[in-house]
């Protein structure tokens, strides 16, 4: 979707309810490009009320907020949050202010722990964000290290695109694999479901 120079883009509709984005004309923030402004919703669904949007084992619940705090954002906010707790009341988050002193949600820490503390969970989570990524990192490093060497380029000097790629695309196929794995073993021990949510 490209903007004009206005920064507006085309009329199309509502990624929720599918009714057309400032149908009326007189919503053009609906439409507007601007940082932190589109985000393919109209008013209506923008305003709509807290809606659960998942349910995780363990009971947390998976919040999706109105906008709060500056006005002129968009975007609806998401906290997990476990019923049951004393210090939110279940809601995920409790009102603070941002550096300006503006009203803002801030997220409810007993509850981000509780979540994360899940040993499933920050297992997956350490393997998919860190050790995964750290291995195929130091992979490559070694393979740009070993044609170096190989074609006798001095450290720094560019290596050609087509080498490059060549290298890359085995690497990549590698990693795709090494992921599926573990996305398989995460469903096994029931860590996420079949679309791939954790659980
Ligand atoms: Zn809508
Ligand atoms: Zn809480």
Known sequence: MKMDRNGMYPQHPCRRCGAMLNADGYHASELYAG?????????????APMTVVWTYRDGAVRLEYPPGGPSGRRNRQHYTAYPD??????????????????PMRHY????????SGDPGRAWYERMRIRTL?????????????????AHRLPMGARIPDDAAAAMHAPMLAQYQRIQARLDRIARARGIIDDDGHLT
Do not use: F, H, I, M
């Open 35 to 47: 940082v932190g402004c589109y985000t393919g919703l109209c008013d209506a669904c923008k305003n």
């Open 85 to 102: 707790c004393t210090q939110c009341k279940g809601e995920g988050y409790r009102w603070g202010s941002n550096v300006t002193g503006w």
């Open 133 to 149: 990524p750290d291995l195929v990192q130091a992979r490559w490093t070694r393979a740009l290290v070993a044609y170096r060497k």
């Open 108 to 115: 409810c820490e007993p509850c981000l722990r509780r979540w």
